[in-house]
């Protein structure tokens, strides 16, 4: 009987069924193994394709201005004005507009008042004075955000 060995080109002159497929399978391996390696570097390629796509467009995207503004939430074909945003009042108006609290209608030094005592929480507070500006065209102080 022969002594079989991993070196393929032993098995070429044994004309034995077990030495014949011996060598079949080796090729086989062989071929599969170049295929992997096929693979793998095609793979390889592939992924190194997309990472220079990905650095291309990030420094394209970090170099682009309107692209930036966008990020951070401005909106490069808007302007924004007084008009946009409504009216801000001043602050003698705030001081003297009446709001409603409970159905009752009450001065604003009252109601601060009240939000100073715990009585009205400063969230209702600037909701009522909100309304109540809203009905003379202004906005309420720090409104606009």
């Known amino acids: 009987m022969n002594d079989y060995q991993d070196d393929p080109s032993k098995y070429i002159p044994d004309q034995t069924l077990l030495g014949q497929a011996m060598y079949r399978a080796r090729m086989a391996e062989q071929a599969a193994n170049q295929a992997k390696m096929e693979a793998l570097a095609e793979q390889a390629k592939e992924d190194a394709l997309k990472a220079e796509i990905e650095r291309a467009t990030e420094l394209s995207v970090q170099n682009n201005p309107q692209l930036q503004a966008q990020r951070i939430g401005f909106g490069t074909n808007r302007t924004i004005s007084s008009q946009s945003i409504g009216m801000i009042a ?3 108006v705030v001081e003297s507009t009446h709001v409603r609290f409970n159905g009752w209608e009450i001065s604003g030094q009252q109601a601060r008042d009240m939000v100073q005592y715990g009585q009205w929480s400063k969230a209702e507070y600037d909701k009522a004075l909100s309304d109540a500006l809203a009905l003379h065209g ?8």
């Open 138 to 145: 202004y906005k309420a102080p720090g409104s606009f955000k």
């Open 90 to 92: 001043p602050r003698e």
